[in-house]
C-alpha cells in the first residue's frame, strides 16, 4: 500500500494549466522521497487509472533572508503525469 499524503498538492500554475489543456498533463508536487513507480500505483489505486508517461524534476529549496539570518524553503520534487484520453479526473479538480 502506498502513502497518498506524500503528494502535497497539485500545482496550478498559467504554466501547468496550459499544459493540462493541451497535452492532458498533470503537474503534481511532492515529497522528495517520492518516486516515478510509487507514482503511478497511487494513479493506479486512488484515482483507478495509470499514467501514460511520468517525468520527474528534483527542486532545489530557495534561500531566502529573514532580517539578518538566512534560511531555506523546503526542497520538493515536481511530477509531468501524462493522462490517458478519457480518463476520469474529477477528483483532481480545484
Keep these: 500500500m502506498v502513502d497518498i499524503t506524500d503528494i502535497k498538492m497539485i500545482l496550478y500554475t498559467e504554466k501547468s494549466l496550459e499544459l493540462q489543456e493541451k497535452n492532458s498533463v498533470m503537474v503534481v508536487q511532492t515529497s522528495t522521497r517520492m518516486t516515478k513507480n510509487k507514482l503511478k500505483k497511487i ?14 524534476l528534483r527542486q532545489s529549496g530557495k534561500v531566502k533572508r529573514f532580517k539578518q539570518r538566512e534560511g531555506q524553503r523546503t526542497n520538493f520534487k515536481k511530477f509531468y503525469v501524462k493522462i490517458p484520453e478519457g480518463a476520469n479526473i474529477d477528483s483532481l479538480a480545484v
Design 43 to 56: 494513479f493506479k489505486e486512488y484515482f483507478g487509472f495509470t499514467p501514460i508517461k511520468i517525468n520527474s
